[in-house]
């Protein structure tokens, strides 16, 4: 069983520090190497789904999250409002509210639905120190978010979509739902009170989620409407959840959303909420639990090391590494003076790639590759095995070698 406040540690991909407060972890080199490559993979992926990336501050003044509903449900969970020239500034605890306005800030007619609108943006959440952990509970987020501006009968295909999006970041990931879930409004909870569109928003989901093997659970919705919540599970069973999709009609109607439609008159759209993997903090402590620091090629801070088994062979050795470096790969050099050539692929054990480079290699312009899980390859050109290291890394696959 993977800890990941431990490990992370351990591997040097995070800390934390009491001078920069609890639930405000920092990242280390290996571990910000982890973090962009898997920022990377969700804008690539984002972009080849047709969204638009947007940038927006992290501040906002309370009468934004007045109209859309926050300050009055969920100013519990938000940061005390700064004082700023007569103005209340906070910290947003969610993107939403500056999506609306972006869509809002220009004119739509009814030829741009769906408009999709992704961030990777921060937002903050006043969590109690005592429920702080790791990456797992934080008061400062990166989030992977999105909004989706569409027409009603075009929810369905959104949501779908998305939940496609999902599936194929997990099969990236290495990663698994431990189930999925139809998160509904629950009794006594601060819901937005709208019976009817709560219904027409929990009649979507349903249908999206037709054919998938799934349950209904009360209690769980945002206040403004209900989602789709993908569960993941750690190492000892405690279930959290890492991708969500909503449907909104609530804050279209707050922000007074519109398009023009083939008649000339303003419609509303419906506001699809979709993240993919969740936070990025989450979905690190995920990572590191399932593998344990032994991360999918792509995502791993080094991606090959190249092992000389003597001084002679380091010049090859440095050339090897030039070359993946020109092909966008991470690797180093372990030099023989950090001892043996079985030292030193102990040390590498979490490395996808070992290159051992001999003197017979070196002659040759060959490396003879081993793999994290235990292959030992027969030589091969040095070109020919960085060639396919970086279709494999490009093509985000899970398995080491063909």
Same mark, same amino acid.
């Given at each position: ?126 969590? !109690? ?5 790791? !990456? ?26 998305? !939940? ?89 109607? =707050? ?26 903090? =989450? ?120």
């Amino acid at each position: 069983m993977h800890d990941h406040r431990k490990l992370g540690r351990e591997l040097d991909l995070f800390d934390t520090d009491p001078l920069i407060g609890a639930g405000l972890p920092y990242w280390l080199p290996d571990g910000a190497v982890v973090r962009h490559a898997l920022e990377e993979y969700i804008r690539g992926a984002e972009l080849r789904a047709g969204y638009r990336h947007v940038h927006s501050p992290v501040l906002g003044k309370r009468e934004l999250y007045e109209i859309s509903g926050h300050w009055s449900h969920y100013s519990e969970d938000m940061f005390p409002p700064m004082d700023l020239g007569g103005e209340q500034l906070v910290l947003r605890p969610s993107l939403c509210p500056h999506h609306a306005l972006i869509y809002r800030s220009r004119s739509h007619s009814y030829r741009e639905p769906p408009l999709r609108m992704a961030e990777l943006g921060g937002m903050y959440r006043s969590e !109690l120190s005592g429920v702080l952990g790791g !990456l797992t509970r934080v008061r400062a987020i990166q989030l992977n978010d999105a909004h989706i501006f569409c027409t009603l009968d075009q929810v369905a295909a959104e949501a779908r979509g998305a !939940l496609e999006l999902i599936r194929d970041a997990y099969a990236a990931l290495g990663i698994e739902a431990a189930r999925y879930r139809l998160s509904l409004p629950g009794p006594g909870g601060k819901y937005v009170a709208d019976p009817e569109l709560w219904r027409r928003s929990a009649d979507l989901l349903a249908e999206v989620l037709d054919g998938v093997d799934h349950e209904a659970v009360e209690g769980e919705a945002a206040f403004y409407g209900p989602k789709i919540d993908v569960q993941i599970a750690d190492s000892a069973g405690r279930e959290s959840t890492l991708s969500t999709i909503q449907v909104d009609f609530h804050q279209p109607s =707050r922000f007074d959303l519109h398009y023009i439609g083939p008649d000339g008159a303003r419609h509303r759209p419906v506001m699809v909420h979709r993240s993919i993997i969740g936070s990025v903090e =989450r979905a690190v402590a995920h990572l590191v639990e399932r593998h344990g620091g032994a991360f999918p090629a792509w995502l791993a801070p080094t991606q090959l090391v190249a092992l000389p088994v003597s001084e002679g062979e380091l010049p090859q050795a440095d050339a090897l590494v030039r070359r993946c470096a020109e092909r966008g790969l991470r690797a180093e050099i372990a030099r023989p003076e950090r001892g043996s050539l079985g030292a030193r692929v102990r040390d590498a054990r979490l490395v996808p790639y070992q290159a051992v480079i001999g003197a017979k290699e070196a002659a040759a312009g060959q490396v003879a590759l081993r793999l994290r899980d235990g292959r030992k390859l027969d030589p091969m050109p040095a070109a020919e095995a960085v060639d396919r290291i970086s279709a494999s890394v490009g093509a985000h696959r899970t398995e080491l070698w063909d």
